[in-house]
């Protein structure tokens, strides 16, 4: 049973930084692509970011360079360094993760089977 666990939300201000941590029940050599994603109040679900197995990165076109999506196998974790933040980014971001490759386009939420439950960021 997969569990993912995110972690590293909060509150900053315009301009501010930070890093979430999504940790995974499992070896994440297993799932062929993670990613996050966020909503905001009001919104539908929006791919934020993936990474694939084979390394290959994805962003959405909001990001603009002030995002940074890595993993550490070391210890089955999937980061989200998020730098240069603005109230438009207030939302909860969940992680996402699967066993098949990530498709070519920034994946869905129809893609991913397992999800964590969410960590809540604020911008103000």
């Known amino acids: 049973h997969v569990q993912l666990v995110e972690s590293g939300g909060g509150s900053v201000q315009s301009g501010g930084s930070l890093t979430l941590t999504c940790s995974s029940s499992?070896?994440?050599?297993?799932?062929?692509?993670m990613g996050w994603f966020r909503q905001a109040p009001g919104k539908k679900r929006e791919g934020v970011a993936s990474l694939g197995s084979n390394g290959r990165i994805k962003y959405a076109k909001f990001v603009k360079d002030r995002f940074t999506i890595s993993r550490d196998d070391s210890d089955n974790t999937l980061h989200l360094q998020m730098t240069d933040m603005t109230p438009d980014d207030t939302a909860i971001y969940y992680c996402?993760?699967?066993?098949?490759?990530?498709?070519?386009?920034?994946?869905?939420?129809?893609?991913?089977?397992?999800w964590g439950q969410g960590t809540q960021v604020t911008v103000s």
């Open positions: 996402a993760a699967d066993r098949r490759p990530c498709p070519w386009d920034l994946p869905t939420t129809a893609f991913f089977v397992n």
């Open positions: 499992v070896n994440i050599d297993n799932f062929g692509c």
